[in-house]
Every structure is written in C-alpha cells, then in structure tokens.
C-alpha cells in the first residue's frame, strides 16, 4: 500500500499523528532517540526534514538511522530540492502556494523531480499554506502569509490546492509559532476540501492538540515539543493520546 493510502485509510478511522524531525536541530543520534521516543509514544509517521536546508549526506544519516530503530513511514518535508533520500518511503511532493518566491512554488520541485524518479521515491503532491505569524518557513519561503483572522483567503488557497490535484493541505503557523492556526480556520477549510487537512505550527499542549484536531484537522503534526524536551515520552505521550481520542 502507498504512504498516501496509509494516510488516508487512517484518516478514515481516527486522527493522526505526524512527528516532525529536523535534522537541523540536533545531531543524527538524537534524532533517532527522538524517534525512537516518540514511536513508543503512539506517533503513526515520521516528517523528517525543515526550513533549513541541509545537505543529501545528512538526510540518508538522519533517515537510515531512524529508519533502522523504528518501524512507521518516514516522509520527507523538504525545504529545499536537495532535502532528498533514497531511505525515505515518501516524500512530500509541496508547493509553498503562497511565496512570493517562483522557486518555492515550482523551481525546486523541477530541480528535483528528475532525481526523485530516479530514486522511485513515492511523491504525495500536497498543497503547503503558511500563515501569520510564518516564523523562519515564512520569512525562508517568502511567504506572502495568510491571515490567521479570515477564513476565506484560507479556504481560496486551499481549494486552488485541490483543485491543482493536490492530494493533502497543509496549514502551517511555522514552527515554533506562539499562536497555532486559528481553529475557526481549521474548520471553515475543513468544511470546503475533501482531501486529508494537516495542520502544524505552535501546538505543543494537549488542549491545543484537542482543539486542532476537534475543528477539523485529520493529521496533526508537532515537532518542537520534541526538540526542547527532556523526556521525549512523556511530553509527547499525553498529546498523542488525546489526538487519537478525539473522533
Ligand atoms: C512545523 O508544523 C510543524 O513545520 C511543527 O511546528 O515545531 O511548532 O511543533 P512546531
């Protein structure tokens, strides 16, 4: 079964849980306790990858490392065509909609797409949406950020994203954000696409998580939580848990 079938099968049954590993942010051994941590903790894939670029080396280290302790789906989230693997059982396939820049848009992924045919990689086509406040993926990307108080240039983007025949929407606050997105924004988009809707960006409490995931969100992602924790277990066990409760 492709990655994008587990993805969506599970979105069918019960919200899902993504951990979001950068390699940027520590060495590859940490990021394989991370992922050890966080597998045990019930997360049900693994979003390898950031904002900073980084090189193809680090990418086959970082994922072959995780990919030898663990068992769930590794995706890559690249920021940049040369954030490619071949340990990778997938890869995002993103246009960042709103740049302002071409190259987040179209030109990586060009540069790219010869070398992921090559490697066979499974690419899921998805529609990447940056928000106010955007943190470093939005200053990086040139985003033009989307509103965090209005719905509809949201919903305007997202449906382009699926009318395009993007396959999952991302809405993204940017790692790290003091705010999530707006839950009122989760569910007005929720209620006008019907491809997966992930959400990410600033959740880091299981009351968060519980609101993301309750006004819409099929697939929630967190990823600093894990960086800035001691006890990868226990910061992330209590969030997953209440993700996967809410029907
Ligand atoms: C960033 O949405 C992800 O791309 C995760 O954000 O690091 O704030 O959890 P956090």
């Known amino acids: 079964m492709t990655i994008y ?22 060495n590859i051994s940490r990021s394989t306790e991370i992922a050890i941590e966080a597998e045990r903790a019930g997360t049900d894939f693994f979003m390898i990858g950031g904002s900073t670029s980084i090189d193809m080396k680090v990418m086959d280290d970082t994922i072959s490392g ?14 940049s ?16 909609l709103n740049s302002r820049n071409p190259n987040f848009i179209i030109g990586h992924q060009v540069k790219a797409a010869p070398f992921l045919k090559k490697m066979g990689i499974e690419t899921i086509p998805m529609g990447y949406l940056v928000f106010d406040p955007g943190m470093t993926v939005g200053k990086v ?23 395009l025949g993007m396959k999952l ?13 707006n839950p009122r924004i989760v569910k007005a988009v929720k209620s006008q696409i019907s491809v997966p809707l992930i959400v990410g960006g600033g959740i880091r409490t299981k009351e968060n998580a519980s609101i993301i995931a309750k006004a819409g969100a099929d697939v929630v992602v967190t990823g600093t939580i894990v960086e800035k924790a ?9 969030i997953i848990r209440e993700i996967k409760s809410v029907v």
Not at 66 to 79: L, M, N, Q
Not at 141 to 157: H, T, V
Request: aromatic share 8%.
């Open 81 to 96: 065509s040369l954030m490619i693997s071949r340990y990778a059982d997938a890869i995002y396939f993103m246009s960042l």
């Open 141 to 163: 990307g040139e985003a033009d950020l989307i509103d965090n108080r209005n719905e509809d240039p949201a919903i305007a983007y997202s449906l382009a994203a699926q009318m």
């Open 66 to 79: 995780i990919k030898k302790e663990t068992t769930k789906p590794v995706i890559i989230f690249p920021g």
């Open 230 to 238: 001691e006890k990868v277990y226990d910061a992330l066990e209590p």
């Open 5 to 26: 079938s587990q993805i969506y099968n599970l979105t069918l049954k019960r919200k899902v849980h993504m951990t979001l590993i950068d390699p940027a942010s520590q």
């Open 169 to 181: 929407v991302y809405l993204e606050a940017g790692s790290g954000a003091p705010v999530t997105v």
